[in-house]
């Protein structure tokens, strides 16, 4: 019991000071008593002297300290590990907000896909970016907001649809199950295609330039396109693709619908089909 007091590294701090502090009261006396009697500034022997105890003093506290100081630095470490683990999903929110800011992949009121995800920019800040949900087949908002945390966008494809914010390369299919030559109406319906797109042409054509530049590729367009062909199970299959306004692309596709079927029907009523 007694030992352990002796050895404990509190007391044995104090002796440590206690002698640092006699020695170093000790070395200005003698060096007023040496400039005293040899009448020669001796501080500075003195002060290098003082240094020195300061130092070895320093060393003695660290060695009689050192397992102490040692757990503190584990504890220390392990409380910086701690909160690192807890705050892992944050700091990565932060830091996937400076890869926003860095690489600018988008910009608010930007229309873009991040994993399944569509929507236009609303706001972007440390921790997320929100999205105004957008229904790619409809290309109409959902009223729906969407809060993607900022982590998401470093580990997510991030896809910039903004070209399509005013012009879509608009596919749809019509499948029928009837089996005739269908050839006779796809002039009839490719001429209504074109007249359809006949009002955006030279706007279309020009925003198709532009795309193809900054993309560096062909795309379809702006000519509307129509191909027949069957699906898996043999039926028949009218696909479309047309290059025009966003806003225009669901009535465009109603009715060229409206007029294929009347072409078809038309058709089988020749080829004695009911349909």
């Known amino acids: 019991m007694i030992k352990d007091i002796l050895l404990h590294p509190v007391l044995i701090s104090v002796v440590v000071l206690t002698i640092a502090f006699s020695l170093k009261v000790l070395v200005d006396k003698l060096a007023r008593y040496r ?3 040899k009448e020669k500034d001796t ?14 003093m ?13 757990n503190f630095a584990l504890s220390i470490a392990a409380f910086a590990v701690a909160i690192v683990l807890a705050t892992r999903e944050f700091i990565q929110c932060v830091i996937g907000f400076f890869y926003l800011v860095t690489t600018r992949p988008f910009r608010i009121g930007d229309w873009v896909q991040v994993g399944e995800y ?8 440390w921790i997320k970016t929100t999205l105004h949900e957008i229904d790619m087949r409809t290309y109409q908002f959902s009223r729906k907001t969407i809060f993607i945390p900022n982590n998401k966008l470093i580990t997510s494809p991030i896809k910039n649809l903004n070209f399509v914010k005013r012009f879509a390369t608009h596919h749809f299919n019509i499948v ?12 009839t319906l490719r ?16 925003y198709n330039s ?28 009218a696909s479309f693709t047309l290059f025009c306004p966003t806003d225009k692309a669901l009535e465009i596709e109603h009715k060229l619908t409206e007029c294929f079927m009347e072409l078809w029907y038309s058709e089988a009523t020749k080829n004695n089909i009911k349909g």
Do not use: M
Request: charged share 30%.
């Open 191 to 206: 001429n209504k295609a074109k007249h359809y797109c006949e009002e955006f042409e030279e706007v279309a054509s020009r």
């Open 210 to 237: 532009i795309i193809e530049r900054k993309l560096d590729a062909k795309i379809s367009g702006p000519e509307p396109e129509i191909h027949f062909g069957t699906t898996e199970l043999g039926e028949f299959r």
């Open 118 to 125: 569509y929507g236009e920019v609303a706001e972007t800040n």
């Open 58 to 70: 320093v060393l003695l506290l660290l060695f009689i300290w050192s397992t102490e100081i040692q």
């Open 176 to 187: 029928r199950k009837d089996s005739f030559n269908p050839y006779p109406i796809y002039e």
């Open 35 to 37: 400039a005293e009697k």
């Open 43 to 56: 501080r500075y022997i003195a002060h290098n002297i003082k240094h020195f105890i300061n130092f070895t």
